[in-house]
Each structure stands twice: as C-alpha cells, then as structure tokens.
C-alpha cells in the first residue's frame, strides 16, 4: 500500500449504541437559572442556532437559524451533572474549551456550580438539537462536530430523506461532498 493511495468518497452507516448511567438525580425542570440564561441566550442576545450559524460562517446565519431555538446543555449534560466533578468542569472552561460566546473568558475563575450554568449552554435549533440524525443527541461528537465545520453546502451527517434519495439512486454527492440531485443534474446537461 502507497502512502499516497486516495481513498474514494464513500458513505459509512453506523449503528451507535450507547451505553449511559445517569446516576439517580430528581425529575429535571427548568430551574430559575436555566430560564434566566435561555431568556438572555435566545431573547435578549438573540444568538442563532450555533450550528446554522457556524455552517454559514463567514456569512450571515440564514433566517432558519433563528426559528425553534432551544438550549442544550453542551459540556455537561444535565442527568449527569451529579456525576461530575465541577473542579474539573472548571479546568476546562478557564482554559478555553467549549466557549461558544466567550462567557468563560468573562466568568474566568468562577466555579461552575450547576449545569444551568450559562457556561455550559448553547443555542441550536430543533433540527441540530434532537434531530433523530443530525441533532447533537443524536450524533456522536467527531461527526457532529466534524459536520459543524464542514465546507460550504457540504453536510457530513445527512438525514433519513438525504440517505434515502442516495440510497435510491435519485441523487449523488458531488466531488466537493454536496448532495445533487439527479434530475436537477439531467436539467443541466
């Protein structure tokens, strides 16, 4: 085998299972904390989807970004928070790990003392939220994130109508890993 052998596009399908003990914690609601930082999040900063917008870096975030907007609990998720250590939680953040909009940097030093935190959330809409296929609870981190930065027009994760029109020979991914439809591409010929 040559260190230069090209490997060609191809799609992989997985099937993750996961194993998760969420130790034993009360019924989740929204705390006080939570609502304050999900009104200051969506309401009064109005961040878009962080997803949507990243896709569209350097442009705009497109309008879908700002529809449907929920938090997720980004770092720590919330069933787990009584299972991790908020010392270590805290490296991370002073660090400059998993600082979406820079309130680690402004909070620096601060313990993180619940994962209502505003520290630990992030803004996406319902699709990169609990999408059974694109959204982050859906999704393992590397493809999640990898999709988070991928090329414009290109998704990496693709839903269940996207694989199915591949699947079913109705459309193709391009070179540059953009999903064409056949008869537009017929159309063009």
């Known amino acids: 085998m040559t260190a230069n052998r090209v490997v060609e596009e191809h799609e992989v399908t997985e099937k993750v299972t996961e194993y998760v003990v969420f130790p034993e914690h009360s019924q989740r609601t929204e705390s006080e904390l939570f609502r304050a930082n999900k009104r200051k999040l969506v309401h009064e900063l109005n961040l878009p989807c962080f997803k949507c917008a990243m896709k569209a870096w350097p442009d705009k975030p497109p309008p879908e970004a700002y529809h449907n907007r929920e938090v997720h609990h980004w770092l720590v998720e919330w069933a787990a928070w009584i299972a991790v250590d908020p010392a270590k939680v805290q490296r991370l953040l002073d660090h400059g790990f998993f600082d979406p909009y820079g309130f ?6 601060q313990p ?6 505003i520290r ?18 859906h999704s393992t981190a590397p493809e999640w994130l990898s999709d988070l ?13 996207e694989w199915r029109l ?4 109705q459309a193709e991914l391009g070179d540059d890993g953009k999903l064409i ?3 537009a591409q017929a159309h063009h010929a």
Do not use: F
């Open 112 to 117: 993180v003392e619940s994962p209502d935190d």
């Open 149 to 161: 930065v991928a090329k414009d027009g290109v998704d990496i994760l693709l839903t269940d109508e």
């Open 104 to 109: 680690a940097a402004k909070m620096q030093g």
């Open 181 to 183: 439809m056949k008869e």
């Open 166 to 169: 591949l699947a079913s020979g």
């Open 120 to 137: 630990n959330l992030i803004v996406l809409c319902e699709r990169h939220h609990r999408d059974g296929h694109v959204g982050i609870h």
